[in-house]
């Protein structure tokens, strides 16, 4: 989110400091799973809203910055596959068809949930045991996290109006005066945007009366990148949890698990294989496919669940841009801009749910 929001910055011509506690980008997911996935079609509210068209507008977006930067993030609108193992989730699945064809709607653009007896390709996923079919959706896409990051400090590292600080901590924030304390010296700043992942909660607490509980959690997460022949194009699967995500390059990733409680956070264990033994039942295309890396990290889960971005509301020069840990790939680029925006006093191009602004949270954690 740190990366988008200097993008913005950089584009509305904002003069920003970029300071990172490790290397530029680092503190990132840099995860193996990529999935951008929206929301069910039905009950639909203005989170569900905010998402589908932050999801629409990142094809453009990514294509712009691919194309300042000659490389490539790894994104494709490849969709998504939903067995449906049970007979009567046929017909849920067919009623949200019907709102999927009201709601997923860009200008002329449509988006589908259809319904199908098997999969295109055999073997992505199985047949048996789906006995209500499959939904097949068109909205759903992909990125390769690491090349995404990559693509932005690249584009970072060319910008004329953000300067970037690397390996370098911040020791202390003083609002009144505009001023931070770093490894690197003394910064004077008119807004600080705190965009520390899970760090982030206890950096906006240190400056936030009434607390009661934490503004939020790292949650862990664990998955396994596989090298399978496969299609790139091929939809990722999804099934109670379970992720199937081809990319390109011959890879197919596996996630995530989702762990509010761990003694360490960036070793692999036997939840990761019950993952990976889960995929290659669901999906004999993988076969023995093998497992070439495991990955773990933390996500930061805000205490409202949703996104916290915007201003703090007792300092006005204070803002957040975290949260968000399952979605924050697919929302990341207009969670950013319109915190920029909100920094430089400019009207938003596009409505923010209530449920995602920092006082909300701390409405939810001062209880």
Known sequence: MGL??????????IDTLLID????????????????????????????????????????????????????TGYRRSGRLIPLPKPHLRQIA???????????RAGDRRFHWDVLDAPEIAGWPDVAGNEGGFVRDTLAGRVAPRSLCAVLAAYLRRARHVRIIENTAIADIDLARGVAETSFGTVVFGHCVIA???????????HTTGLTQPLGQPVKGQSALLKADVDPSLPTIFRDGLYVVAHEGGHVAIGSTSEN????????????????????????????????????????????RDPMIGSHPDHANLLALTGGFKVSFGLAHRLAEA?????AGEEQRFAVPDSFHLINHIRVASR
């Open 21 to 72: 506690a490790g290397a530029l980008g680092e503190g990132a997911s840099g995860g193996l799973l990529g999935a951008l996935m929206p929301h069910m079609p039905d009950q639909w509210n203005a989170k569900k809203q905010f998402q589908f068209e932050a999801l629409v507008a990142l094809e453009a977006e990514i294509a712009t910055i691919e194309g300042e930067t000659g490389l490539s």
């Open 261 to 304: 409680r761990f003694d360490d956070a960036y070793t692999t264990d036997g939840q990761l294989d019950v993952l990976v033994d889960k995929a290659r039942a669901l999906v004999p295309l993988l076969g023995e496919a093998p497992v070439i890396e495991r990955w773990a990290g933390l996500r930061p889960k805000a205490i409202d």
């Open 196 to 206: 520390a992942g899970h760090q982030s909660f206890s950096l906006l607490a240190r």
């Open 4 to 13: 988008w929001a200097a993008v913005f910055a950089e584009r509305m011509g």
């Open 339 to 343: 915190t920029v925006r909100m920094a």
């Open 94 to 104: 067919l009623e949200r068809s019907v709102d999927a064809d009201t709601h997923w």
